[in-house]
């Protein structure tokens, strides 16, 4: 496949989608909205694949969707145009994607962030809904997913008043996993996503789905989504394998059955 605005690459078991429209700090066009959305699912599909990385370079990750490409639009382009939909296509991949942020991650930058699995940001990460600033408010999950993960708060400040967080803030109010240096943090993600990788696939499925679970539905209905999830575990030979290598004391060589 050739991409125009992204850069691909495999290494190992994790696949990397890198932005690339440096020009403008990664913003998203609709040519790139698509181009990432074709290749995390090509990476879905493909079984040498455990993992994802997204991710942009050292002075940003996205400063949002492409306001240039956006401001003379009217409202029915909005509703109508694919723009809108586009975005709904991460919730649909299966393997954990781990964003790899360094530098600015605004809009939808920062939103395509809180989509994704966990998040590795370098100490120059920055994140921010700054939408209120151009007129508008975020779109694309921002008083949503922020309002879940950091509370309604920060999430009203950050929406209504501009307030970006810094890495260790990120880190502080739950929004990344882990803070690497600026130098090397790609590399840093990759060792971090090659783990995730090496886990028995079918699980790692499944305990996606089940934890977006917790997030979509009541906790009765979280919970009969993990007792059906963990039940149907017991039908794949990835089960038996790993109990099987905790007794023998070796490692267990999954299959992905
Ligand atoms: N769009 C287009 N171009 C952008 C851009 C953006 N979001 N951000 C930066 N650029 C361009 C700049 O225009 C500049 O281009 P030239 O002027 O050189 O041609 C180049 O990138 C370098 O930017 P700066 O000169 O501004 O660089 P600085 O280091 O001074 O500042 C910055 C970096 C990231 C702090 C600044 O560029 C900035 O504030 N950018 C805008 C951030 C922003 O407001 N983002 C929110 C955009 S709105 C939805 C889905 C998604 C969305 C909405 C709905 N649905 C599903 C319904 C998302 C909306 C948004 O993200």
């Not at 698509?34 to 879905?44: I, S, T």
């Not at 950050?158 to 882990?178: C, D, K, S, Y």
Request: aromatic share 8%; net charge negative; proline share 3%.
């Amino acid at each position: 496949m050739t991409y125009t605005t992204i850069l691909t690459e495999t290494r190992g078991r994790v696949g990397i989608v890198q932005l690339n429209r440096p020009q403008a700090m990664n913003a998203f066009n609709l040519v790139m909205l698509g181009e990432v959305f074709d290749a995390l699912e090509a990476f879905d599909k493909d079984e040498a694949i455990g993992a994802i990385i997204v991710t942009g370079n050292e002075k940003a990750f996205a400063a949002g969707a492409d306001i240039k490409e956006m401001a003379e639009a009217s409202y029915v382009q909005m509703v109508v145009e694919e723009r809108v939909a586009v975005w709904d296509r991460i919730r649909k991949i299966r393997k954990p994607v781990i964003a790899a942020v360094s530098g600015w991650a605004l809009g939808g930058g920062c939103e395509f962030a809180l989509s994704c699995d966990m998040v590795i940001a370098s100490e120059s990460a920055k994140f921010g809904q700054p939408e209120i600033t151009i007129g508008v408010i975020p779109g694309a999950g921002g008083t949503q997913r922020l309002a879940r993960l950091v509370g309604k708060h920060l999430a009203m400040e950050m929406v209504i008043n501009n307030r970006t967080l810094t890495a260790q803030e990120a880190q502080q109010f739950g929004l990344a996993n882990r803070i690497v240096p600026v130098e090397g943090y790609l590399d840093a993600a990759v060792t971090f996503a090659d783990e995730v990788a090496s886990r028995a696939p079918m699980a790692v499925r499944m305990a996606k789905d089940a934890v977006n679970a917790a997030f979509e539905t009541t906790l009765t209905e979280g919970l009969n989504v993990e007792k059906r999830d963990f039940y149907q575990l017991f039908a794949t030979e990835d089960q038996k394998e790993g109990m099987t290598a905790f007794i023998e004391k070796r490692k267990p060589n999954w299959k992905g059955k």
